[in-house]
């Protein structure tokens, strides 16, 4: 979220964010609505405090005469507050409404596009592996290896269910090890969050599209179940479970401030995610490249409000998973992100591809970005900085590792002609046993 004073002072700015996002908003209603609501306001306030003023003359009325035009008075301004304050109420929500929509602005060097499809590579690494036999794809791999289910998956979980088993739900968690302890070594505090979290959080973050949750838009699941509080009652809050560690870990700093002797405070969490992928109907349904459940480390940053430095900030982020991709062995591009495939947050973003011969091109396995102070915003996490001024945090983030497509990346770049599969060697002291190979099932 912006403040309205940004969005007057660099009206023109925003309203090219608008377009070039591809946000349906009208920044010219949305100042006249603020100022409508504010003129209201101010007539409430001023009503009201004439009330308290005839509150006070009351008291000090000479005689009856005197204290009943006094009452009569305040009859007639309680009146005039009852005809407003409606008003003031649906403009204001009118307001609300429009607010949560208007986006960042996008940083300089961001591509102007519509899509996906003007998104810009900017730099590959990595040799593409060619193969003298005929390659099987991740599905098949995990069959003849027996460590991945998905016909069981889906009788039990339904459309893109899977089972991890045997040595793949070893590699898995390897993946998530080596991830973890990469970041632990770059000098971010590890925390597990929750993953079952309040509205707040997902609002705070930018996952949900408007004020509320709707089910049509927002790729979030609900939790139906009713929750107890400590108290025993029936809890009013409506539960949901996060897409990423991301929403958990910036909302742990809700409405708190912060010192600047505190920043940058780097984190890396590990959590189960949960994606009901509703924009995705059709696309990827063979295999797990897009399932509604998996793990990820997710990595985030809180910083003082220094744009220049959160660039910096936002390109070392992307360097970490660069490296990642790397010691994994895994060939791999890194495209810029344009304008249009951005959500309305973000002021800067790139997204890394790993090779998956399977699909003949890269598949996306981690993205990152820069927010600037959009989500601290609406989480209400501030800092103080050495002139004794309250500002709000800069917020980055960037997927170090998700489970399923470096997944998927490994077995399919590294398959063996006999079928079997290598594992990258910085896994290899997560393995059991310290193996290397995994073999097909006899």
Not at 104 to 109: F, K
Not at 198 to 227: H, I, N
Not at 306 to 331: F, N, Q, T, Y
Request: with cysteine; net charge negative; hydrophobic share 35%.
């Amino acid at each position: 979220m912006l403040d309205i004073k940004f969005i007057k002072e660099h009206k023109e700015a925003v309203a090219d964010a608008v377009i070039k996002k591809n946000i349906d908003l009208d920044i010219d209603k949305l100042l006249i609505l603020d100022k409508k609501r504010l003129e209201l306001l101010q007539e409430t306030e001023q009503l009201l405090a004439l009330k308290n003023d005839l509150n006070e003359m009351i008291k000090a009325a000479k005689d009856d005469e005197e204290r009943k035009e006094i009452i009569e008075k305040g009859k007639e301004i309680k009146a005039d507050i009852e005809k407003i304050e409606p008003q003031y109420k649906k403009v204001k929500e009118e307001f609300d409404e429009l607010m949560v929509k208007v986006p960042n602005i996008i940083s300089v060097d961001t591509p102007v596009g519509k899509s996906d499809e003007d998104n810009v590579e900017i730099e590959r690494s990595g040799k593409i592996p060619t193969f003298n036999f005929p390659i099987k794809d991740h599905v098949q791999l995990g069959k003849d290896l027996d460590i991945l289910d998905l016909e069981k998956g889906t009788k039990v979980a339904g459309f893109r269910g899977y089972y991890m088993k045997n040595e793949g739900a070893s590699l898995m968690m390897a993946l998530m090890m080596y991830a973890m302890n990469k970041l632990i070594e770059k000098g971010y505090a590890p925390m597990i969050p929750p993953t079952l979290v309040k509205g707040s959080a997902l609002f705070g973050t930018g996952y949900f599209k408007g004020r509320e949750y709707d089910p049509e838009t927002d790729e979030v699941y609900q939790v139906a179940s009713k929750d107890k509080e400590s108290s025993g009652e029936t809890s009013r809050e409506k539960k949901f479970l996060v897409g990423t560690a991301e929403p958990s870990l910036l909302a742990y700093y809700a409405d708190e401030v912060l010192k600047e002797e505190q920043l940058p405070i780097k984190i890396v969490g590990y959590s189960q995610c949960y994606r009901s992928e509703i924009g995705s109907y059709g696309k990827d349904t063979k295999g797990f490249y897009r399932v509604h459940e998996f793990m990820k480390v997710e990595q985030v940053v809180l910083m003082a409000a220094d744009e220049e430095a959160s660039i910096k900030m936002h390109d070392d982020m992307l360097e970490i998973s660069k490296e990642v991709h790397k010691e994994l062995g895994l060939p791999y591009r890194v495209l810029k992100i344009c304008s249009g495939d951005m959500s309305a947050g973000k002021f800067r973003a790139y997204d890394i591809e790993a090779w998956m011969p399977s699909r003949d091109g890269f598949g996306e396995t981690g993205s990152a970005s820069n927010f600037l102070d959009w989500q601290a915003r609406r989480l209400n996490v501030k800092y103080v900085d050495k002139n004794g001024e309250k500002k709000h945090v800069f917020m980055l983030n960037n997927t170090v590792l998700p489970s399923p497509r470096p997944f998927i990346a490994i077995l399919e770049n590294f398959q063996q002609a006999d079928g079997s599969v290598v594992i990258p060697e910085v896994l290899r002291k997560y393995m059991p046993g310290g193996i290397s190979t995994i073999f097909p099932k006899k």
